[in-house]
């Protein structure tokens, strides 16, 4: 768990300027009906100033100034200190009616660990750190947000129908905010396909800080490449969605244990930076499912990209699926040989968990402990 940071807010109350007055009328022996027509206002509209009933409006600030000599800014303070007293004690009461949809739908100990929120002591600040990670004001806005099938995101009916919406929202708001910090040039299609096609080189050596490199080329490409670890609730391989018409997000979760899963995932999310529309909203959970059109189209672009189908049928049809064959054929491609292992599995022409599955590499990024 990360470290738990003070509480901030203190909860007690600020008394109304009214408190002042009277303090001030009583040291000088000014009694409210003096005071009163000393400013030209109704004993009524004193007795409720006094009281904390009226609010100190900016007028009556100046009167002050002049019939108390204390000036208008020092009763202005007050009123506004007051009044945010007020809003915030109105405000302590909602969060802590907000507590039990956090404890029940937000993972809110993975998002400390990860240091995506602060861990706070009392709940109601937690529920507060919380809806500021979200850019929201309670949780009617957050399902309105994150789960209403209505709106236009299509991750978002997703969402509606997932187990743990709130995990995936999660991880789907920290890829964005990541994003949104990532200063990209404008999108540009022939520079991400020239991105990609270097990008496809690491996986031969897989060079330390070859997750750098990735973010940089995509960068400067007009694409915001984010690695998120994932949450509890949350079993996402990627998500790819547009964040402006000229910025692309393309996410990836930190769950891979193999190169092979890794490298296709990536090309299957950048597939649909190039082939599908910037309306669209793709998010891949790790569950087999049935894959739509355009998820196919992915599939297929990320199978070709990675090894041309000419040559992998050459290959296949072959039949040699030894450790020296794999390893050759993958160099010839400068490809991993674990990227060839997965294919062949995946397209029944190897069982899995082959005994070929020696040529995946495992990857890990960092304190990601792949839980």
């Known amino acids: 768990m990360g470290k738990t940071v003070e509480n901030e807010y203190n909860p007690s109350s600020v008394s109304p300027p009214g408190g002042t ?15 009163a ?43 506004q200190q007051y ?14 009616s907000f507590v039990e949809w956090m404890e029940e739908c937000i993972p809110v100990r993975d998002m400390v660990e990860y240091g995506w929120i602060p861990g706070r002591d009392r709940e109601t600040d937690q529920v507060r750190e919380v809806l500021d990670f979200f850019g929201v004001m309670s949780p009617q806005e957050w399902k309105s947000i994150w789960l209403n099938p209505e709106t236009k995101a299509a991750f978002r009916k997703t969402l509606a129908f997932a187990s743990e919406p709130g995990g995936v929202a999660a991880w789907l708001r920290h890829g964005e905010r990541e994003a949104q910090e990532l200063d990209c040039p404008p999108y540009d299609e022939e520079e991400f396909r020239n991105a990609l096609r270097e990008i496809r080189t690491l996986s031969l050596e897989l060079p330390d800080g070859f997750d750098r490199t990735m973010r940089d080329k995509c960068r400067q490409a007009g694409v915001a490449l984010v690695f998120t670890p994932q949450v509890e609730g949350a079993k996402i391989s990627g998500a790819t969605r547009w964040l402006k018409t000229d910025k692309a997000l393309v996410q990836m979760s930190l769950r891979y244990k193999t190169d092979d899963q890794f490298w296709f995932t990536f090309f299957h999310e950048a597939a649909h930076v190039l082939l599908h529309g910037k309306r669209d909203v793709f998010l891949e959970e790790t569950e087999e499912e049935d894959r739509d059109g355009k998820e196919q189209e992915a599939d297929d672009f990320a199978a070709d990209f990675l090894i041309p189908e000419e040559d992998y049928e050459a290959f296949v049809e072959a039949e040699d699926f030894s450790f020296a064959s794999v390893r050759s054929f993958a160099e010839k491609q400068g490809i991993a040989p674990g990227i060839v292992v997965g294919r062949l599995e995946h397209d029944g022409h190897l069982p899995w968990k082959t005994r070929l599955n020696g040529l995946k590499r495992s990857l890990r990024w960092g304190d990601d402990d792949e839980r």
């Not at 007055?21 to 005071?35: K, M, P, V």
């Not at 009044?83 to 802590?96: G, I, K, P, Y």
């Open 83 to 96: 009044r945010e007293s007020l809003a915030r004690a109105e405000e302590e009461t909602d969060l802590q």
């Open 21 to 35: 007055i009277r303090d001030i009328l009583d040291e000088r022996g000014i009694s409210q009906a003096e005071l």
């Open 37 to 79: 027509e000393r400013m030209g206002r109704s004993e009524k509209f004193v007795s409720n100033l006094v009281n904390g009933e009226a609010p100190l409006k900016q007028e009556t600030a100046l009167q002050l100034e002049r019939v108390l000599n204390v000036p208008a800014h020092f009763w202005n303070s007050r009123e």
